[in-house]
Structures are given as C-alpha cells and as structure tokens.
Nanobody
Framework: QVHVVESGGGLVQAGGSLRLSCAVS????????MGWFRQTPGKEREFVAA?????????YYADSVKGRFTISSDNTKNTVFLQMNSLKPEDTALYFC????????????????????WGQGTQVTVSS
C-alpha cells in the first residue's frame, strides 16, 4: 500500500514563501513521476508542477508558477518538495501531491488522471 502525505502548508502574506513536502511510503522510489496539483472550491484540480524520474529527471511547471515555484526531490528520503516563492493571493488553494510509478508518458503529467496515488492535501492561503 502506497501512502502519500503532504505537509508544509499554511498562511502567508503575499510575496512570502512556503515549502511543501510530500513523503511517499510503501514502495521503492526508483522509477516514478511526482506531481503537484492545486484545487479551489468549485474548480477542477489544476496542474502546478511535476518531475519525471523515468523521463531523465525532466521537470514541468504550469505557466502560472514558472519562475516562482521549484520542484525537487530527495530520493534517499522518498520525498518531493515544492518551494513556493513570491506567493500571490491567487495561489491560495488546497495543494495535492500525486505519484505515478510506471506506464506513463511525460506529456500526460499535467493530467490528474495520470496519477495513481494521492495525498490528502495541504492548505495554502496567501493573504493580500
């Protein structure tokens, strides 16, 4: 059984920073893709960033977060991070981490349905 647990959310003022963590347990961390998504009430889950180990370490970002957010991973700890800088009120959302182990193409990583395992989410609130 794979467990995905996010942490690091909170309340921050606009222009501030937060670092989200996503810890994965229950399976080895060899060939995988990890994605961060976010969702606000009444809206669909939105792609934020992804890293594809099987794809040679390729990294992808949504246009809305490029230059502000950075995804990274610590394979020794089976953990993926999302460093969020220059936060804006429109970044306010419930942030989810997701994992896909095998059988994917990098061009599908922006789609929530690609992923097999999800965490429960961590709330990020950015005040103006």
């Amino acid at each position: 059984q794979v467990h995905v647990v996010e942490s690091g959310g909170g309340l921050v003022q606009a222009g501030g920073s937060l670092r989200l963590s996503c810890a994965v347990s229950g399976r080895t961390f060899n060939s995988y893709a990890m994605g961060w998504f976010r969702q606000t009430p009444g809206k669909e889950r939105e792609f934020v960033a992804a890293t594809s180990r099987s794809g040679g370490g390729n990294i992808y970002y949504a246009d809305s977060v490029k230059g502000r957010f950075t995804i990274s991973s610590d394979n020794t700890k089976n953990t993926v991070f999302l460093q969020m800088n220059s936060l804006k009120p429109e970044d306010t959302a419930l942030y989810f981490c997701a994992v896909k182990y095998v059988g994917y193409s990098d061009n599908t990583l922006v789609q929530p349905r690609t992923y097999d395992y999800w965490g429960q989410g961590t709330q990020v609130t950015v005040s103006s």
